[in-house]
């Protein structure tokens, strides 16, 4: 395996585009429930939780592409390589995929889940299973640039659903949130912990540089994304804290779809079966890029073609919606990824750069030495 990946022209993408790839990975089942999650641990300042959140994770993208831009077109596999040899090299660029295909997972049963409560209770998971890994697998055998233009297009076409939060948000109660700035500093790093499920998907900077074209353009479509998202998350917190009060909150798993259901138009009775429906949009750009980037893994790691490790991954993952069903199982596998997530995208940077500036150090003076020679 190469360090650097070489990207053939039509095959490469303007950096631009980061913003939707980032922000639709962001947005997906996660910022269903995440107010929920947060006001359990911050209470009524859990918009502060929010905000510290969003920082911490302009840290890490701004160490992210630092470490990127230490090698000509190198992704996290081929820095792997170049710092801790072949074999181990490749055990940590598989706990990479692992990562990958068991978010992936976790969002395919999540949202599997949300449509068995909402819509048809009798739906066989195995049904909605196989209609988004057909989704996902045909776009995905596109190539890279129809997976983009999926996400753009979703991004386009789902936006409008904030439209909706405009009748809670006027029904807001300020009072819900007073006395403000007294939850103490643990209790808010633990809200900004809980929105880690929610946030992740940045990581996939890490695999998607060696496509971009004008490398110098990458900061500001990464850190707009994390910003938009994080926005967007702070608004609905903000609305969810004050339209429902603390005891209705802890007890709705689904904030966001409870808030789109005080929503009501003559025209249609059962809006929440259409928003449902709708998030559809939402969920299929997270599936479709972490199946891509799972397999990408296993073709950079193994050389097994990507398309036949596409077809290979979708029968387990078919098998396991299928067998995978009850809430306690499913909540159990979203704290394993939250878990996995938070220590490989969250902290794991921190960790790699430090190796990554002795090394550059070390070929440098190793550089030196040959000239001088």
Known sequence: MD????????????????FFIISSLQLGVGVMGVPRFIYLEAGADSWLSVLIAVIFILCVLFIMIFI???YDNADIFGIHRDLFGKWLGNLLSSVYIIYFIATLFSVLITYIEVVRIFIFPTLSPLVMGLLMIILAV?????GLRIMIGVCFLFFALTHWLLLLLIEPAVQIDWDHFLPMFQTPLPDLLKGAKATSYTFLGFEILFLMYPFIQNKKGVRFPAYSAAIWSGLLVLIITIITLGFFNGEQVARREWTLLSLFKFQQFSFIERLDF????EWMMVIIPNIILLLWGATYGIKRISKLPQKVSIYALAIPLLIGCWLLDEHFQIQWIIDKVNELGFWLVYVYPFLLLPIVLIKKKWKQRKRGEKIEA
């Open 3 to 18: 360090i650097n990946v070489k990207v053939k022209a039509n095959k490469s993408i303007r950096a631009f585009y980061l």
């Open 68 to 70: 990127l831009k230490q």
């Open 138 to 142: 045909y776009s995905t055998l596109g």
């Open 274 to 277: 259409v928003l449902v429906a």
